[in-house]
T-cell receptor, first 117, second 112 residues
């Protein structure tokens, strides 16, 4: 499967624990985006990364949330000390590098559904 | 601040008829618009896009219309099929910025 791969598909955490969500972009894509979807709402942009660089993190809460896209391996969205309000579906998308990535659709994974007990 | 709005949460259409989904935006700097389709428990799937230099783009049964003066776009599906039943999201971006702004979605039900 050459699509965007996210794991786990479902993640249950208790309040105060850490959540780690992983995303492997489509083959040949080096731009990764994370979005969050709350129930009955649209997707909200969180962060845009290229390999080893955060390009835009304007949609990500300043506290408890962090993202990385290392030279090797998947992109990771980390949420520390989770709270009930973090319960949502988190989607990762990818696009090609350079000008090929501009005005091009982003391709989405199937998401991670995070539930906080 | 919701920059992309889909004011109809749901739409029901008979199979074979036209489905028209609407989307409004507030940011005049947006220059690239897309429609995504989403089934439950899956990620959004890209359907069709349009750049602001055009006012219409067609792909098979799907046509997107852009009215820049009204800051409005619409997706037409003709003829509608039961397999088109899903949630449809419109999205927009501007210039060299790669982040997409999404509407809240319209749930389309195509009745056989």
């Amino acid at each position: 499967n050459a699509g965007v791969m996210q794991n786990p598909r479902h993640l249950v955490r208790r309040r105060g624990q850490e959540a780690r969500l992983r995303c492997s972009p489509m083959k040949g894509h080096s731009h990764v985006y994370w979005y969050r979807q709350l129930p009955e709402e649209g997707l909200k942009f969180m962060v845009y990364l290229q390999k080893e660089n955060i390009i835009d993190e304007s949609g990500m809460p300043k506290e408890r949330f962090s993202a990385e896209f290392p030279k090797e391996g998947p992109s990771i969205l980390r949420i520390q000390q989770v709270v009930r309000g973090d319960s949502a579906a988190y989607f990762c998308a990818s696009s090609p590098a350079g000008r090929q990535g501009l005005n091009q659709p982003q391709h989405f994974g199937d998401g991670t559904r995070l539930s906080i007990l | 601040d919701q920059q992309v709005k889909q004011n109809s949460p749901s739409l029901s259409v008979q199979e074979g008829r036209i489905s028209i989904l609407n989307c409004d935006y507030t940011n005049s700097m947006f220059d690239y618009f897309l429609w995504y389709k989403k089934y439950p428990a899956e990620g959004p799937t890209f359907l069709i896009s349009i750049s602001s230099i055009k006012d219409k783009n067609e792909d098979g049964r799907f046509t997107v219309f852009l009215n820049k003066s009204a800051k409005h776009l619409s997706l037409h599906i003709v003829p509608s099929q039961p397999g088109d039943s899903a949630v449809y999201f419109c999205a927009a971006s501007r210039g060299n910025f790669n982040k997409f702004y999404f509407g809240s979605g319209t749930k389309l039900n195509v009745k056989p």
